[in-house]
């Protein structure tokens, strides 16, 4: 059975088949496919209904999706906390890739929050925080979609060791694909040297790993690239991979 093979015979049965059989069917099939199939995959069988989401930290997976699938619609989460260079990367990614950037934004503004919780929920409630500027916003943006992109890889943490190329996200009742998921650190340095991706300029000012503002570090020499991450509040997820 060919990549092919799948693609067709998942479109014959769409109308029948429930989406968590073709989440088992592909993560088997696609465990060992090259991260442009996966995607070819997942283009082939969700269309319009696919998206991916990104952090700005780079452009790696706009990359490898907007080869695929051009015009493909790409949430980033505008959580009001965000360094002005991961706008800057954002605003530079609309430019430069054939895609279709959406600005998805919290419920409330900054300011409204800080009005109704107090100021800096994020050191006192961090899980809270994440919820509110991030998974919920996000969640509300999915909706849309039968599908999504993630970037995340099991060579990051500990958290992700587990992840599939293709899974069913239970808490979104759709269907979440990982193509990079068996990525190592060097995969991702070759990949971008080699297609000259657009990188956030923090990443030279060790920031291997940028979420806001307020809750990230630089990273010291030898340290875990993501210890700069909420680092002093014993968490490692903000909750959408989770």
């Known amino acids: 059975m060919t990549l092919v093979d799948i693609e067709v015979g998942l479109r014959q049965q769409r109308g029948t088949l429930d989406l968590q059989d073709i989440v088992e069917s592909a993560a088997e099939f696609l465990e060992e496919a090259p991260a442009r199939d996966i995607i070819r995959w997942a283009a082939a069988t969700f269309g319009d209904r696919l998206c991916l989401t990104s952090s700005m930290s780079d452009a790696l997976l706009i990359d490898l999706v907007s080869r695929v699938k051009p015009g493909v619609d790409v949430l980033f989460i505008d959580t009001g906390y965000h360094f002005a260079e991961t706008i800057g990367t954002r605003d530079a990614v609309q430019q430069v890739y054939d895609v279709n ?135 490692v997820e903000c909750g959408i991979h989770l």
């Open 101 to 235: 950037v959406i600005n998805v934004e919290p419920s409330r503004t900054v300011a409204e929050q800080e009005r109704d919780l107090g100021p800096r929920l994020f050191g006192r409630n961090p899980d809270l925080c994440c919820y509110l500027r991030k998974v919920e916003p996000l969640n509300r943006a999915l909706e849309p979609y039968l599908a999504w992109i993630s970037g995340i890889r099991r060579d990051e943490s500990p958290t992700r060791t587990g992840t599939k190329v293709v899974e069913w996200d239970a808490k979104r009742q759709m269907v979440k694909v990982n193509p990079i998921a068996r990525w190592t650190q060097d995969d991702v340095d070759n990949y971008m040297a080699d297609n000259g991706v657009l990188i956030n300029p923090l990443h030279y000012d060790n920031y291997p790993s940028i979420g806001c503002a307020p809750c990230t570090r630089q990273v010291a020499p030898g340290e875990d690239p993501r210890s700069g991450r909420w680092a002093g509040l014993g968490k």
